[in-house]
């Protein structure tokens, strides 16, 4: 079968790799010129370093440091296994000569938050971003200010550099946001190596069918694929080895039912940012358990208590 993907960030890069070490005679293509470097350098290790072993990557080079806790508005918990990478390194690394085939029988869309060839989401929900690298001296923890339209972060990169920015379904509280963090966590403005702004889809898979339309076929955040936490590169790796079993099988009508069931947390958590948004408090509290269950096992360890704390209900 002859397969173009388009867009090759973290979903289409790792798909490429493992269709082409497959025998697929496969393409990819990004409208970029190198890969995007904007922060989102934050990813679950156990869960990188076996997808990436599926294509003979070891993640371990690509690790730049294991923050010892994620302090969530003033809240200390303790960081189970969440480490920076370096993304745009790995990234250069899988990028491989960029090219479109003639007449490719599957079209892969792994565009992204921007969904270029799926049929357009209704009512789709993206959040504006803005972000900076910055130098601070200060304890090497995941920092983060949170509120019910947004939040902002500090992630260290290690050698006292820092990814600052926030994100907020109004754009225009974002600089309110990041000063907030830096009168919190004493990340006082100081020179930026480099800003950018970008997007990130807080939607629910099940509401970005769908996944399959034609001969196009979504993967990543294209079909939601990130978690309430804005936590995308897993959940997009992980839609990226379903689609490969998907074709491999011959068997691309399961490939909707199975990103659904399979990344179901996904849901969850998205499920628990509607009720917030929406002011849904009892629905949010109901499905707190449900979200202290998977983030205690891979991200943070907390309590009902803890979040109920965090977000103030
Ligand atoms: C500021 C910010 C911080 C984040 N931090 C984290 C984090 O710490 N941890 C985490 O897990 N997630 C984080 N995320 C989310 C995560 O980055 C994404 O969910 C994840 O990268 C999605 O992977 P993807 O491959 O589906 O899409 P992307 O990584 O966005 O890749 C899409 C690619 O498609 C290309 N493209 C777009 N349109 C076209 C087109 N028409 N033709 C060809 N190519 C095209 C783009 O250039 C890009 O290279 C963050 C997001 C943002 C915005």
């Known amino acids: 079968m002859n397969i173009q993907i388009y867009g090759a960030g973290i979903a289409g890069t790792y798909l490429f790799h493992l269709l082409s070490e497959n025998g697929y005679k496969v393409s990819i293509w990004d409208k970029r ?29 690509y690790v730049l440091l294991k923050p010892r806790y994620v302090v969530a508005n003033g809240l200390w918990l303790k960081n189970r ?15 491989v000569d960029l090219s479109v085939s003639d007449n490719p029988e599957l079209i892969i869309d792994a565009t992204g938050v921007s969904r270029a060839f799926l049929p357009p989401i209704h009512e789709d929900r993206v959040l ?17 200010q949170m509120e019910k339209t947004g939040y902002a972060w500090a992630f260290p990169l290690g050698e006292r550099k ?55 076929v ?9 978690s309430g936490a804005g936590e995308g ?9 379903i689609l490969f079993d998907c074709i491999n099988r011959g068997n691309l009508s399961e490939y909707e039912g199975r990103i659904l069931k399979e990344l179901e ?19 949010a509290i109901r499905l707190l358990p449900k979200i ?18 965090l977000i103030n209900i």
Not at 128 to 144: A, L, R
Request: glycine share 6%; proline share 4%.
């Open 292 to 309: 202290i269950a998977i983030e205690n096992g891979r991200t943070v360890q907390h309590s009902v208590k803890d979040i109920r704390k």
């Open 162 to 216: 820092w990814h600052v920015g926030a994100g907020n379904v109004e754009r225009e509280k974002i600089p309110v946001f990041i000063n907030k963090l830096r009168e919190k966590y004493g990340f006082e403005e100081s020179e930026r190596a480099c800003q950018c702004s970008a997007k990130v889809r807080l939607l629910q898979p099940s509401k970005c069918l769908p996944f399959v339309s034609g001969n196009i």
């Open 265 to 283: 947390w996904v849901e969850v958590e998205q499920r628990f940012v509607d009720a917030m948004l929406n002011n849904k408090y009892l629905s």
């Open 81 to 95: 296994d969440i480490v920076i990478f370096d993304k745009k390194r790995l990234l250069s690394d899988l990028w």
């Open 128 to 144: 504006p971003t803005s972000q900076c690298i910055e130098k601070h001296d200060v304890e090497e923890n995941i920092y983060i």
């Open 33 to 61: 010129k190198e890969p995007d470097c904007r922060c989102a350098w934050g990813i679950v290790y156990k869960e990188a370093k076996r997808f990436y072993s599926e294509i003979g990557l070891n993640f371990d080079d």
């Open 233 to 241: 590169n897993a959940p997009s790796l992980a839609s990226a080895m």
């Open 218 to 226: 979504g993967v990543g955040e294209a079909i939601g694929c990130v």
